[in-house]
């Protein structure tokens, strides 16, 4: 059975359809029920049963996809076996934020594609946080203060930022001195995030408010230019805005705690080996140039 039919087939039945499978293999739909048709050609059942909203697996789909996705990963286990050591085949998908991930992160997976010629990578560039599991990721990369959950996460490196306002801004409504203070700001936020500052030892935390609201970090560093308000941002997004004098820290007595890059993958006992390699590669990028957390160091 062809191998390439079982991971299309896998994919076909994580991501609930073919239409989202093609988007995730960035192939077209003829390709995906194409494969599909071969293997129920081959096993003689339906795998998958077609509706009006989509598709769904039948019985038999349920019974034989953890065959397949078992299958696939002994497949690539082999297939790195068999490579010269240090080698990397097959696919990686990964989920970059899209704040500080095309201009930060993007060089280091350019370098691993370019060091591991037999390895496809799939990245996906947005601020949301995906779904791992669900929409079939191998890992993703997330900037920030990481919440709960029952991924696996490997620290990387950290992140640094400040508050930031223009000039107009500052001189429309002044500068907040205290956490206190800063409610009364027009903040420039994701959605309803609290804020964390640091007062000696100690952490203060805020929920700040505001009109201006953006699922990525380049969106609030345009609307804190335009003197919409008060962003936190990384510094990496902010040093020459910060430089030129277009954007002024703000609550410098109070600094945000530092941040943290972090790969995240779904639980198992053993990483995929692409992921060890991308998470090494990443630990050792942060602690050879520390730009890459925006400090000039």
């Known amino acids: 059975m062809d191998i390439e039919a079982l991971r299309t087939f896998v994919e076909v039945a994580d991501a609930g359809g073919v239409s989202p499978a093609a988007r995730r293999l960035s192939v077209s739909k003829s390709i995906v029920s ?12 339906q795998l998958l049963a077609r509706t009006t909203r989509g598709a769904a697996l039948t019985e038999a789909g349920v019974a034989f996809r953890d065959h397949a996705a078992r299958a696939c990963a002994e497949i ?14 097959g696919r990686l998908r990964i989920a970059v934020p899209l704040t500080f991930g095309p201009t930060h992160l993007a060089p280091v997976l350019a370098d691993m594609a370019r060091r591991h010629p037999q390895l496809h990578i799939h990245s996906v560039y947005s601020d949301r946080f995906v779904d791992l599991i669900a929409e079939g990721f191998d890992c993703a990369i997330r900037v920030g203060y990481l919440p709960d959950s029952n991924l696996i996460a490997r620290h990387v490196g950290p992140i640094y930022g400040k508050l930031v306002a223009s000039p107009d801004y500052i001189e429309a409504h002044g500068f907040p001195e205290t956490p206190d203070e800063l409610v009364a700001h027009q903040a420039l936020m994701q959605g309803t995030e609290a804020w964390q500052f640091m007062d000696g030892d100690k952490t203060i935390t805020v929920r700040p408010q505001g009109r201006f609201k953006a699922d990525n970090g380049t969106a609030l560093r345009a609307a804190a230019l335009a003197g919409l308000g008060i962003a936190w941002l990384p510094d990496g997004i902010t040093h020459d805005d910060v430089a030129s004098g277009a954007l002024v820290p703000v609550m410098t007595r109070h600094p945000p705690p530092p941040a943290g890059v972090y790969v995240i993958r779904p639980p198992s006992q053993h990483p995929p080996r692409k992921v060890r390699v991308l998470t090494e590669m990443l630990i050792a990028c942060f602690a050879e140039a520390p730009r890459l957390a925006g400090v000039d160091r």
């Not at 194409?34 to 059942?45: C, N, P, S, T």
């Not at 286990?77 to 240090?86: H, N, T």
């Open 76 to 89: 690539d286990a082999a297939r790195e076996l068999l490579l010269p050591d240090g080698e990397l085949c």
């Open 34 to 45: 194409r494969q599909l048709a071969r293997i129920e050609a081959e096993l003689g059942v």
